[in-house]
């Protein structure tokens, strides 16, 4: 069983806020209302499209992908405020929602901001992790696409709405763009 929020909020004083970093789902779907967004930055660290998804966005039969924060490069997305009040209802929820499987090694992570560095919890993932799917083939991408399909949709579904969010933040990530626009043609089959 995985490690619960509260091991990871372990020097929280209660009297903070909480600053988690979203480099995907969580700037267009948190699940809470954040109490401010900011754009983020952080080192050391990069978004990319090779997780394994077995439930959200895909079946242990047919695996989807998600977005997997990686150790090397840099990575835009947005800082989320969760005001202390709600730290203990969110963190639950998203515990729930991010760390069903233990997938994730959650770690704080200073991420640059134009009002300063700040420390915000981010969802990473170890390239030793099960989950992780080490480069991908075309046809591997084809068939994900085309057929791949979870509780919360699917990977075509998930890599446009991640796209378009970053887009409206001002953030152009053109791998995930090309993926979409090269793979989007696939999705036709999964239409009923």
Same mark, same amino acid.
């Given at each position: 069983?995985?490690?619960?929020?509260?091991?990871?909020?372990?020097?929280?004083?209660?009297?903070?806020?909480?600053?988690?970093?979203?480099? @995907?789902?969580?700037?267009? %779907?948190?699940?809470?209302?954040?109490?401010?967004?900011?754009?983020?930055?952080?080192?050391?660290?990069?978004?990319?499209?090779?997780?394994?998804?077995?439930?959200?966005?895909?079946?242990?039969?047919?695996? @989807?992908?998600?977005?997997?924060?990686?150790?090397?490069?840099?990575?835009?997305?947005?800082?989320?405020?969760?005001?202390?009040?709600?730290?203990?209802?969110?963190?639950?929820?998203?515990?729930?929602?991010?760390?069903?499987?233990?997938?994730?090694?959650?770690?704080?992570?200073?991420?640059?901001?134009?009002? @300063?560095?700040?420390?915000?919890? =981010?969802?990473?993932?170890?390239?030793?992790?099960?989950?992780?799917?080490?480069? +991908?083939?075309?046809?591997?991408?084809?068939?994900?696409?085309?057929?791949? %399909?979870?509780?919360?949709?699917?990977?075509?579904?998930?890599?446009?709405?991640? =796209?378009?969010? +970053?887009?409206?933040?001002?953030?152009?990530?053109?791998? +995930?763009?090309?993926?979409?626009?090269?793979?989007?043609?696939?999705? =036709?089959?999964?239409?009923?």
């Amino acid at each position: 069983m995985h490690t619960g929020w509260q091991a990871h909020l372990s020097h929280w004083n209660r009297t903070d806020d909480v600053w988690l970093f979203g480099y @995907g789902s969580l700037i267009w %779907k948190p699940g809470f209302a954040p109490a401010e967004q900011r754009p983020a930055q952080v080192f050391g660290w990069h978004r990319s499209l090779q997780m394994w998804s077995r439930t959200n966005r895909g079946t242990p039969d047919c695996p @989807g992908l998600v977005l997997a924060l990686l150790q090397g490069g840099s990575c835009r997305g947005m800082a989320l405020r969760v005001h202390r009040a709600d730290v203990p209802a969110v963190l639950a929820d998203l515990w729930e929602r991010e760390m069903r499987n233990a997938v994730y090694t959650p770690r704080w992570l200073r991420c640059q901001t134009s009002h @300063g560095t700040l420390q915000a919890l =981010a969802f990473t993932l170890p390239r030793s992790s099960p989950y992780f799917t080490g480069p +991908l083939s075309d046809s591997t991408y084809r068939h994900i696409f085309a057929h791949a %399909k979870g509780r919360y949709g699917t990977t075509a579904d998930y890599v446009r709405e991640t =796209a378009l969010a +970053l887009q409206t933040i001002g953030i152009r990530d053109r791998a +995930l763009e090309a993926l979409h626009q090269r793979y989007a043609s696939c999705t =036709a089959q999964l239409q009923p």
